[in-house]
């Protein structure tokens, strides 16, 4: 399904109501529950701007018709909330916008990620479902009985309890049923075929049987990425053997840990974000790695050492599988809970100067090199090369990548052993051209000599390249 491919992505993750409209209007408003006008049509005019960013594949979120409703949450402008899957959401364009932005984005030889729901419809309130106006499923025996998921630890109450509550709650389709199985296999096959797009990110899929998977995704006939929002890589790990890819909750949980809330050194970082997700994941080259996304506060909304979130990021995109960046983490939003974790991108006016933009563009530049020039870049796991408290570092083929939680006080110079019979050759630190004098990385003697400056992780590129 694609796997070759989706491995040597770097993905950008937007929710199409807030990321451009039809016409820029930078003072429009950017934030709150309600539609705010976001459309297909306006992430063509923006991809540019995710070029320069070094994105290579954009998961947009969901297409279809959902309730027109303003609940007590709002507007379903997020797309999560269905009502119609044999529809479009017109809120964001037409059938022919939705295909000029897939075809735009081939045209410059980039993917498009669509995000789907196969779990529940919507409803407004706490008052009696409606059921005869979801499609296609609109009959009551459709439907488990509804009943709120009270311990999202015990499988069977993900699986027919109801997500939500009674300002929102979540219609729970009997997705075991096997003709529902086969309509669903048949609606994602048409999709495909009508839109064309290169992969689809499967919402709450800890809610939908297992079993559910194979024949869908074979249906679809395109790579699939799983959000299974658990933080043990056991759990998570096994929905690899249904599909090819998963979210990375279990490294964004060691992330947060680790560099925001600094409750374990890097030791631990190794054990439980490297050694255990190597264990528990079938492939972890297709493990979607991320640090934000639309349901967790922005890292920067409690963190207040720039150096820990880089550290974070560089994490997200160096280390085994593949990185996501969520709309707004270049441009340093700092939201907290949803709504505030998705304020439109316009109010950033697309800035592509400021250092955190700059930071990623460049790290996701030269991961593309680096693909590019590596066959087995992204196939081969990362090789440990030092891990003490202070410092994990780890090599990947034409790169050397040293992560501290140190926090912004923290300055050290570094050797490391190495295996390799190079005696001499000067490194190109992804981050700054040109270093201090004499704080130049390189490689001697078999031996990595460098230098961790404001607790800054380094990302050291071999120059060969380069050229
Ligand atoms: C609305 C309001 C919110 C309000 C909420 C009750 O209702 O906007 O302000 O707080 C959509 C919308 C949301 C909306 C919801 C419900 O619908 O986007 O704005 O919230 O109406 C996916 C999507 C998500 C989407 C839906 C529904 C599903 O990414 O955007 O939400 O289509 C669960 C699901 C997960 C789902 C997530 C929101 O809820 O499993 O699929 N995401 C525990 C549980 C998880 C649970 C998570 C968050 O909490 O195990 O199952 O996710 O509630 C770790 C553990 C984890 C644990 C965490 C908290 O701690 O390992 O297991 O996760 O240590």
């Given at each position: 399904y694609g796997a070759a491919i989706w491995r040597k992505q770097n993905i950008y993750q937007l929710l199409t109501d807030r990321f451009a409209r039809n016409e820029d209007d930078y003072d429009h408003p950017a934030t709150g529950r309600l539609y705010l006008g976001g459309t297909w049509r306006g992430i063509i005019s923006k991809l540019d701007y995710l070029q320069s960013l070094g994105i290579t594949a954009v998961w947009i979120s969901p297409i279809v018709k959902n309730i027109e409703e303003t609940t007590g949450y709002g507007q379903a402008y997020h797309g999560y909330w269905t009502e119609d899957m044999t529809e479009l959401n017109s809120h964001f364009g037409t059938a022919d916008d939705l295909r000029a932005l897939v075809q735009a984005l081939h045209e410059r030889n980039m993917l498009c990620m669509i995000d789907i729901v196969v779990n529940h419809m919507a409803h407004s309130g706490?008052?009696?479902?409606?059921?005869?106006?979801?499609?296609?499923?609109?009959?009551?025996?459709d439907y488990h009985e509804k009943r709120f998921i009270r311990d999202y630890d015990n499988l069977n109450d993900c699986l027919t309890g109801w997500l939500g509550d009674n300002v929102v709650c979540l219609p729970d389709i009997r997705t075991e049923n096997p003709r529902i199985c086969s309509i669903f296999q048949n609606w994602i096959a048409f999709l495909h075929r009508e839109y064309n797009f290169d992969g689809i990110r499967v919402d709450t899929a800890k809610h939908v049987q297992k079993t559910f998977y194979p024949p869908f995704v074979h249906a679809a006939n395109v790579f699939a990425m799983a959000e299974v929002f658990h933080g043990d890589p056991a759990y998570v790990g096994v929905y690899q053997h249904y599909l090819p890819s998963v979210l990375n909750y279990p490294l964004y949980y060691q992330l947060r840990d680790t560099f925001l809330d600094r409750k374990q050194n890097m030791s631990v970082f190794y054990q439980k974000a490297v050694l255990d997700i190597h264990r528990s994941f079938y492939d972890v080259t297709t493990a979607g790695n991320f640090v934000e996304n639309h349901d967790v506060p922005r890292f920067l909304h409690t963190c207040r050492d720039y150096s820990l979130a880089v550290n974070a990021l560089v994490a997200t995109i160096f280390m085994d599988g593949f990185p996501i960046i969520y709309q707004g983490q270049e441009q340093m939003y700092n939201g907290g809970d949803d709504p505030e974790n998705r304020d439109a991108l316009w109010k950033s006016r697309y800035d592509t100067t400021n250092s955190m933009f700059r930071v990623i563009s460049s790290l996701l530049k030269y991961r593309l090199k680096l693909c590019d020039i590596y066959s087995n870049f992204t196939t081969e796991p990362t090789q440990p090369l030092l891990v003490n408290d202070q410092l994990y570092a780890f090599t990947r083929p034409g790169v050397y990548v040293i992560l501290t939680n140190m926090g912004s006080t923290f300055n050290s110079r570094i050797q490391i052993p190495l295996r390799t019979t190079c005696e001499n050759k000067p490194l190109v630190d992804a981050f700054d051209e040109k270093p201090p004098a004499g704080l130049e990385s390189r490689i001697a003697s078999s031996t990595l000599h460098t230098s961790i400056q404001f607790g800054f992780p380094k990302v050291l590129i071999d120059p060969s390249i380069l050229y």
């Open positions: 706490s008052g009696p479902v409606n059921f005869a106006r979801y499609r296609p499923f609109h009959r009551a025996e």
